[in-house]
């Protein structure tokens, strides 16, 4: 098999790293480099459904072609065996690097395989990829304290910290197949967890876990705001009855929260009076604005620029055989090996500041939001 140039220049890396001896010390340049305009990406998208994946797919893809890389953007539809199948696509197209955003991080290891056996560097996008040594680099945002966060924003704006309380809390999940929801629930719970422990914060459904480790069991499959809606309806249904009073709900991301704000809207809970507080992660445009109606008190910015940004870097940081940028000592250990990672930092947007951060930052407009 021919050696591919990008290989080469990977190798060379990893060759200089091993003489090191230092892993966490990566060269500052290698002699072999490819013309952008020779070099193919390949963009793994989970799906079109959700905003966030649109914004990314289009950002990265705009960024990685004003630098001169050609792209193949792909969607899957949320189905792993499509994923799985536009990623053996690329690879038999010879693609020099996959940047990977996967449905399910548990199960890319053999599509993974392939592209390690033609060299193919792989870049995991925003979800880590695990249990597979062919994953070369991990870029995200600090999924742990995006939980905290949330989490955070519960205990400071319930007033838990001034020892106020007790309050009733429904807590949900993220897709128990991404796992980025683990980190989330272990950020959030890390905060939440002291509180309930000390009967500050009950569920009235219990659907508490027992363990950060059992959250799965409150988990919604595909981060589907319809099958949070009807969990929420029947949380309300069940267990909400007569004067029991809904204080908050942790939501992971904004999509649940969608839903969760649909179900409770549909039972007659009105913003200003027993509307609870909700949380969120994405600033998706349908969420801001119900930030704005008091119908959501917080969301979690991840800016899919910096994400896309950074990505476009990390990608011709290493076509060109340069040293590729990593966040110190937050490697992700993916079951198989120590992922080296780029982590961004978060943001904190609510009614109060929507304007100074998602709008100054020309992720919005004023207008689209209906702002002056
Ligand atoms: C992302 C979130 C997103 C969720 C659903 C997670 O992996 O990090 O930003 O809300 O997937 O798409």
Known sequence: MQTKPLFAAFMAILISLALSGCVSQRPTQT???IDPSNATVGVSMPTKSLERWNRDGAHLSEKLTGMGYKTTVQYADNKTDVQISQLQNMITQNVDVLVIAPIDGTVLGPVIAQAKAKHIPVLAYDRLIENTDGLSY?????????????????????GLD???????IEIFGGSPDDPNA????AGAWSKLQPYVAAGKLVSPSGKVPASPTDWKKIGILGWDSSKAQS????????FYIGSTKLDVVLSPNDSLALGIEQAIGARGFKPGSNWPLITGQDADKANTLNILAGKQAMTVWKDTRLLGDRAALMVDQLVKGQTVEITPGKEYDNGKVKVPTFLLTPTVVTADNVRSTVVEGGFYSAAELGLK
Do not use: C, W
Not at 138 to 158: C, P, R, T
Not at 162 to 168: A, C
Not at 231 to 238: D, I
């Open 138 to 158: 991990y870029v995200s945002f600090d999924n742990f304290h995006v939980g905290e966060l949330q989490g955070e924003y519960i205990v400071e704006n319930l």
């Open 162 to 168: 001034k020892g106020k309380g007790p309050f009733n």
């Open 31 to 33: 002699a072999a480099t």
């Open 182 to 185: 683990a980190q989330f629930f």
């Open 231 to 238: 969990e929420m309806q029947t949380r309300l249904n069940s």
